[in-house]
């Protein structure tokens, strides 16, 4: 039994490691840098990203951006999440984390690094009217889409499945909007209010495309150990609970039920996030890392310079 369980500890550690049995290499340099970051550890986005809600986000997110069909194109054309689904997942959960726990010089750098990807990623897509259109990864529209779509998923699935964030919603939504600048966002959201009403200019934009249609296979059904599959289930169903009525109908999705009687999804959803915490561990590498940075900032007795100095 301790073999069993030894061994999907480490299968799951490499699902979000990108096969990778050690922490990589960027997370343990979140230890370096001479100031706390854009978010302290008393923050809102330590707080959500922190738990184990982002495991909901994180699809729930996929399945948002995906209705757009520009950045349903960029995904189809550029991005390896056939051939290489783990990778392509961790290089998500790099930047994620870097802008959370890293310096502000790890944040700027790890955002640089996102937006020189995306100034190779252009080509065409058609559009809801059936018009073809240019698209570029690094055009304003589709990095307020992509930003909008992210703090929307990961904020709806901390509210549906996550304890209470420090300071709300509004708090959370307003101390991302640091992250959709560091990626060239103008004027991103402060509250959840201006979150939901700049993501309803978009609505006459989302379209489920063929393209959509194939993505959503691999969404469902990622290629993970066996051992994973009943939880990741688990975890798409509670993903598709979180979402706007609209968007779900236009995905083809529905909420578990059995007939009329809908199914337990948020008992089930917490806890297969408890049991993937006790698989992973309280403490993440780059949470820890982070920490490592702070002790040492205070340990010189200094007043540490915030990213705005």
């Known amino acids: 039994m301790a073999s069993l ?11 979000f490691t990108g096969n990778s049995e050690v922490p990589p290499s960027w997370a343990e340099k979140l230890d370096e840098g001479d100031d706390v970051g854009y978010f302290p550890p008393s923050s809102a ?7 184990m809600t982002p495991l909901v986000g994180g699809i729930r997110a996929l399945l948002l951006q995906a209705l757009h069909p520009g950045a349903m194109a960029g995904v189809h054309d550029f991005s390896r999440y056939r051939e290489d689904p783990l990778g392509r997942l961790a290089g998500t959960i790099q930047w994620i984390f870097t802008v959370t726990y890293g310096s502000a010089e790890a944040a700027k750098g790890g955002s640089a690094w996102v937006q020189r990807l995306h100034q190779r990623v252009s080509g065409t897509y058609t559009d809801s009217q059936g018009a073809t259109q240019p698209y570029s990864a690094a055009s304003p529209d589709l990095l307020r889409w992509v930003h909008l779509a992210f703090t929307d998923a990961f904020l709806a699935s901390h509210l549906a499945y996550g304890p209470k964030i420090p300071g709300g919603a509004d708090n959370y939504v307003s101390e991302w909007a640091q992250a959709g600048r560091l990626m060239g966002v103008t004027d991103p959201p ?3 209010a201006e979150l939901a009403a700049q993501l309803a200019t978009f609505d006459g934009e989302l379209v489920c495309s063929p393209q959509v249609t194939e993505a959503l296979r691999y969404i469902k ?23 706007e009525p609209r968007h779900r109908e236009l995905l083809g999705l529905r909420v578990p039920s059995l007939g009329p009687i809908p199914l337990p999804v948020r008992t089930a959803t917490r806890l297969v996030m408890f049991i993937v915490r006790l698989g992973l561990g309280p403490e993440g590498p780059s949470e820890a ?16 310079p915030g990213p705005g100095t």
């Not at 369980?5 to 699902?15: G, H």
């Not at 993970?224 to 975890?235: C, E, K, N």
């Open 5 to 15: 369980i030894s061994t999907w500890r480490t299968q799951l550690r490499k699902t």
């Open 45 to 51: 986005a330590w707080a959500v990203h922190g738990s």
């Open 190 to 192: 402060e509250s959840a």
């Open 221 to 243: 059904r990622p290629p993970l150990p066996a051992s994973q599959r009943l939880g990741y289930q688990v975890l798409f169903a509670g993903a598709v609970a979180t979402l």
């Open 289 to 304: 890392a982070a920490l490592r940075r702070l002790a040492r900032l205070r340990g010189t007795d200094a007043n540490p």
